[in-house]
């Protein structure tokens, strides 16, 4: 625990500035409830004394990471002094952070990043039940910008890491950016403020402790005035983002189109942009894919169809002269047994509507419409995906021929014959889904009892 010296100067100097600054950009209102996250260090407590002298409505948020021992307590019991001492409401979370970082197999850092936005959404949530207008207040300063910055430079986050962390987003608010760490540090010494030490801040095995130690002191032997410049850049590639930006989305709704469920793009269009692999960058980042595979998608230019690329989340396909791009499916696709007398069938995003008739009606020509001579058939029928091995025999053939054959003939795309269904009665195939029926199935002269199923797609299970 420190103890700031007294020193013999004006006190007021960060306060009038913090106050100017929140007023100059309107960072919230007289009356809105504002959450403090303190973690007891002294960004955190100078955060909460210039609020407090400012008569803010204000709720203190702490988490115990229980990652530290007795240190960890000694924070928490830290921070609840300091919101009693300032007469305030104080939440306190306690998590088990080690058994959280052995079910998400991240690291430290991250799941602890996770674990404190995960609650702070929850408490956000029930404050705005009686308090509309509330913000989470964080206590990130100008140096941690600096350090963002540079990070975000390494990473390769593109022209939107430049600017660092923004003043206002949504819900969250860092006011204190404008502020540099030895102006917050003078004013704790200089008003006698207590907070406590993290001793995990001095260990370089974080990346940001190692840029704050190691990096960005040995760039300011070289370039002293490196901090301000960066700051000054950030504000420059803000307002370059914007016009960036513009640019960017003009240029994804001349080159994406959507076909069926996938998002494609005509490789020959791709092809033809320029600068190629800041667009390719800009427009496959939203399908989860970073800047180093931006040269692996460029590799699908000349491959053959079905080659594919996949971000966590997504997958770049070749297809015929197209790319592809789906959202990566995890979902098993189940057998589902339809007996008689069921109306609907739910799966894989459609439906299957299920009616009976009698000889009498007249059927339409419809793919997505079987019409189904019911003597044909038994229950329970089978709706399935179809696997490489199935056959039927196509309405109007005697000839058997096996579904990849058909799907290969519709020249469907590799994604549309991944999502393929067929349906079977007594082990044969009757229906292959939206495409064709079997013709010992269809209805003839002496047909008396008709099956209608119809297909419903883009329907959410």
Known sequence: ???????????????????????????????????????????????????????????????????????????????????????????????????????????????????????????????????????????????????????????????????????KAGNLIRPLLFARKAEILDFAESNAITWVDDSSNDADNYSRNHFRHNIIPQVEIIFPSVAQNLLDNAKRFSEMEIIYKKQIEKIKDGLIEKQGQSMAIAVYKLISMS??????????????????????????????????????????????????IDPIDEKTHDIIVVE???????????????????????????????????QSISFPLILRPWKPGDYFYPLGMRKKKKVAKLLTDLKLSLVEKENQWVLESDKKIIWVVGRRIDDRVKITASTQKILSIALEKSVEN
């Open 340 to 374: 008689e007398g069921v109306e609907s069938v739910s799966f894989n995003n459609s439906l299957l509507q299920i009616k009976k008739y009698d000889g009498s009606c007249l059927p339409d020509d419809s793919k997505d419409h079987a019409w189904i001579d019911m």
């Open 275 to 324: 600068p190629i692999d800041t667009i390719m960058f800009e427009v496959f980042r939203d399908f989860g894919f970073s800047a180093h595979q931006v040269p692996e998608i460029k590799k699908l230019f000349d491959a053959i169809s079905g080659k594919s690329v996949s971000s966590n989340t997504h997958r770049v396909l070749r297809n015929r002269n197209w790319l592809l």
């Open 1 to 167: 625990m420190r103890n700031g010296r007294i020193k013999n100067r004006e006190e007021m100097g960060l306060q009038s500035r913090f106050q100017d600054h929140v007023n100059s950009n309107r960072l919230w209102q007289e009356g809105d409830l504002l959450l403090l996250a303190c973690s007891g260090g002294i960004d955190s407590v100078v955060l909460a004394t210039l609020l407090h002298r400012m008569n803010q409505h204000l709720e203190i948020l702490h988490c115990n990471f229980n990652l530290r021992g007795d240190e960890s307590n000694r924070d928490e019991d830290f921070v609840r002094a300091l919101a009693q001492s300032m007469g305030i409401p104080c939440h306190v979370q306690s998590f088990d952070t080690q058994t959280a970082i052995k079910t998400m197999g991240k690291g430290v850092q991250e799941v602890a990043r996770i674990l404190r936005y995960e609650w702070f959404d929850k408490v956000m949530e029930v404050r705005k039940k009686t308090n509309k207008h509330t913000y989470l207040l964080t206590a990130h300063h100008a140096d941690d910008q600096v350090e963002t910055i540079a990070m975000n430079f390494f990473r390769g986050t593109g022209i939107a890491g430049l600017h660092g962390m923004q003043l």
